[in-house]
């Protein structure tokens, strides 16, 4: 079982002064809550590593009446930067600040992020009524009739995000669609 420090140099609950001048460039936060902070998730996260199954269970706490499962796979899997199945601290503390402080474009760019499930660069129909049957579970929408269920939901979206007709949305017309469209914006970024 050999100890992991060749995997990596420095100890994973250890916070070096480039994680800290990475997350003061890159977070809405001073270098003291950034300690604050990191006191925090040290305590949920003693190894300083955030598995899906941990971060599934600190989400489910903000939702409690929903499914949060298939909802946080997708939250986790943007979260998680590098792919490696965990989030550290910098990538959890840069999704705070980015869900939290950041401005709408940035939110929009995160939101779009997650729906982009096969990671292409472009959100197609399927990927998006995935990500509306999860935000349905995890609210606990129960009416998915008619005009409510998750699949007119996605054809009315793409008809008036989907600019040029490819069935598909670009970033670019994910972000701006949503910036003229309060409605649509509410939905599929509520905290943007």
Not at 14 to 32: D, G, I, P, Y
Not at 64 to 80: E, I, L, M, N, Q
Not at 178 to 187: P, T
């Amino acid at each position: 079982m050999g100890s992991e420090t060749s995997k990596s140099k420095k100890r994973a609950t250890h916070l070096a002064e480039e994680e800290v001048q990475l997350l003061l460039k890159n977070t809405h936060f001073n270098r003291q809550q950034i300690m604050e902070w990191h006191q925090g998730f040290l305590k949920d996260c003693p190894k300083g590593k955030l598995d899906k199954k941990k971060f599934i269970e600190v989400y489910k706490q903000f939702y409690p009446s929903g499914k949060a499962d298939k909802f946080c796979s997708h939250v986790f899997k943007t979260f998680d930067t590098d792919n490696s199945g965990e989030i550290d601290f910098v990538e959890f503390l840069i999704a705070i600040s980015v869900t939290s402080h950041g401005d709408i474009r940035e939110k929009l760019n995160m939101a779009f992020n997650m729906y982009d499930i096969d990671k292409n660069g472009r959100v197609d129909s399927k990927e998006m009524e995935q990500i509306v049957t999860a935000i349905y579970d995890l609210l606990g929408e129960e009416n998915r009739k008619g005009e409510n269920s998750p699949s007119k939901r996605v054809e009315k979206i793409m008809n008036k995000l989907d600019v040029n007709g490819d069935r598909s949305l670009t970033k670019d017309e994910f972000i701006n669609g949503c910036l003229q469209d309060d409605f649509l914006k509410n939905l599929l970024a509520p905290n943007a």
